[in-house]
């Protein structure tokens, strides 16, 4: 008896197409580079009127659960299983107001004001850990082993219409780059295609009777083919590999319902991101989609204006929505980079209104090569208890405001939880365990300054201020400091003339004591 082995897999036994790869990758290739060309690219920014890269932008998510809660009942509380408590980057998210988005006759958002009563506003218990979109868009489309099955669905579930389109666009744009790859030679991995499906467009479809009978595959593939005249064959061929990637857009009940259809289910064969906004945000999944796919909400913005360089016109308005609680998407940016941009007098005191404000959410802030008004700055962290990234390189006048900024990161009764700052003179950062100012001296100012940011760090492993002429009182103000930072395993104070033998002693004993982990080279 004779025994044949077959691989039934979805590439071997799909209907062929293409007469070789080659063409089917070439076609593939150039509907990438549609989308990487066309306006998913970019995001228009409704202040400035300027294009945003949507490769620049940050959007955050958390996970969805079921349990709703009022916020009058309190910040959202993490669940029990992460015991730690909430950083000061949580706590300053957690205060997201509730907002909803129309759009005007003209196309741009106009702003609604939320139906939930002052002060009162729906919010989802979620995980204190926020998740970068663009993580969840990788993981979607990384290698599988044979056998595996696909990964869950991806739901995103958006407040206001900019979050929708923001998270839609950085989904086609962040897939197609990656996509965006020759086939080697030898490789036998199926390409996969990304594609945009308007859900409304198939509830449009599915309303023509002779349409509906054609089958759901001919719907996709005729939405596709008017999308983008010509990735017709490309996209039947994608559908018989099961190869495509769909970035779903729903904003009815009606589109969402389009789940429970034949074309649903052909949808839910293949990778699916699903963006729900306007009314379907507040309903439920249907089965079909509740059942395989994962659900997040979306908690935060990066907003990246590095090359919109803002007048102080629109700076002042930017910083003025911010501090609104119903300002669309402005109200739950956390993160902002505002380089060269033009900061006046105006501008300036907005920022100070905005950053002493209660509904104030930014974590991080780059004003670089800015003219911000640095005493103006220092008072306003005085009472900012959010912020803990901030950026003030190559600002006019900033080392004179060192030891202003430092006094206030210092002082007892300072909310501020600045814990990383990028200067001219060093930079402590978010992703580095490691900080060596080595044989650079260093100002009184500076290690002052240096001393104010250390404070709440919690991330700094190894600390090197060997040879940096620092004078002996500004080393025990430091040593004060760090003996009740646990996470420091590292700090390297040679090389000090100033430090007499008496002042070495009694910092290796108060060391030991406070950490005794710690690894001292004095």
């Known amino acids: 008896m004779i025994t044949v082995e077959v691989d039934l897999n979805e590439v071997n036994h799909s209907r062929l197409l293409f007469t070789t790869v080659t063409k089917y990758e070439d076609a593939r290739q150039q509907l990438l580079e549609r989308v990487l060309q066309s306006r998913l690219g970019v995001v228009r920014d409704e202040i400035s009127q300027k294009d945003l890269q949507i490769g620049d932008q940050r959007v955050y998510l958390t996970p969805k659960t079921d349990e709703v809660v009022s916020d009058a009942d309190g910040p959202a509380a993490a669940p029990e299983a992460a015991p730690d408590p909430p950083s000061p980057e949580d706590e300053g998210r957690r205060r997201r107001p509730s907002m909803t988005q129309d759009v005007s006759p003209s196309g741009s958002p106009t702003m609604m004001r939320s139906e939930s009563p002052p002060g009162v506003h729906k919010v989802y218990k979620a995980a204190a850990n926020l998740t970068n979109a ?72 599915l309303a023509d009777e002779r349409e509906r009978s054609a089958g759901p595959r001919e719907i996709i593939v005729k939405i596709a083919e008017n999308d983008n005249p010509g990735t017709a064959d490309v996209v039947r ?55 395989r796919a994962s659900e997040w909400l979306i908690d935060s913005i990066g907003l990246c204006m590095s090359e919109s360089k803002l007048t102080n016109r629109m700076c002042k308005e930017l910083f003025k929505r911010m501090a609104q609680p119903n300002a669309a998407h402005y109200s739950i940016v956390t993160s902002l980079h505002l380089p060269a941009s033009e900061l006046g007098r105006e501008s300036s005191a907005e920022l100070t209104e905005l950053l002493v404000s209660p509904q104030c959410n930014l974590l991080t802030l780059d004003l670089s090569y ?19 990234s901030l950026d003030v390189r190559m600002i006019s006048e900033m080392r004179k405001m060192y030891k202003t900024i430092g006094d206030v990161l210092l002082a007892p009764s300072c909310t501020c939880k600045l814990s990383f700052l990028r200067c001219d003179d060093f930079e402590v950062l978010e992703n580095e365990k490691g900080l060596s100012l080595r044989e650079k001296p260093l100002a009184a100012d500076t290690i002052h300054l240096l001393t104010g940011v250390l404070r709440h760090n919690r991330s700094l492993h190894e600390l090197d201020l060997s040879a940096t002429d620092i004078e002996q009182d500004a080393v025990i103000a430091l040593a004060a400091v760090l003996e009740s930072n646990p996470s420091l395993t590292s700090l390297r104070l040679a090389y000090l003339p100033a430090l007499d033998e008496a002042a070495r002693v009694d910092m290796s004993a108060r060391m030991e004591r406070s950490n005794p982990n710690l690894r001292l080279e004095l």
């Open 237 to 291: 061929q994608a559908i018989e590999l099961h190869a495509l990637v769909f970035v779903c857009e729903v904003a009815s009940e009606a589109e969402l319902a389009t789940f429970k259809e034949a074309v649903g289910e052909e949808v839910l064969l293949n990778r699916t991101i699903v963006t729900m906004y306007d009314v379907a945000d507040k309903l439920p999944l249907p089965a079909p989609l509740a059942e």
């Open 370 to 388: 800015t003219a911000v008004d640095g005493f103006t700055l220092a008072q306003a962290l005085n009472t900012n208890s959010t912020l803990t």
């Open 134 to 205: 663009l993580d969840l868009f990788s993981q979607l489309i990384a290698p599988l082993p044979a056998d595996a099955p696909l990964p869950p669905p991806v739901v995103v579930r958006a407040q206001g219409k900019t979050e929708h389109e923001m998270t839609h666009s950085q989904a086609m744009y962040s897939l197609a780059t990656a996509l965006n790859v020759n086939v080697l030679d030898g490789d036998d991995a199926v390409r996969l295609v990304p594609l945009s499906l308007n859900m409304a467009r198939v509830v449009e479809h």
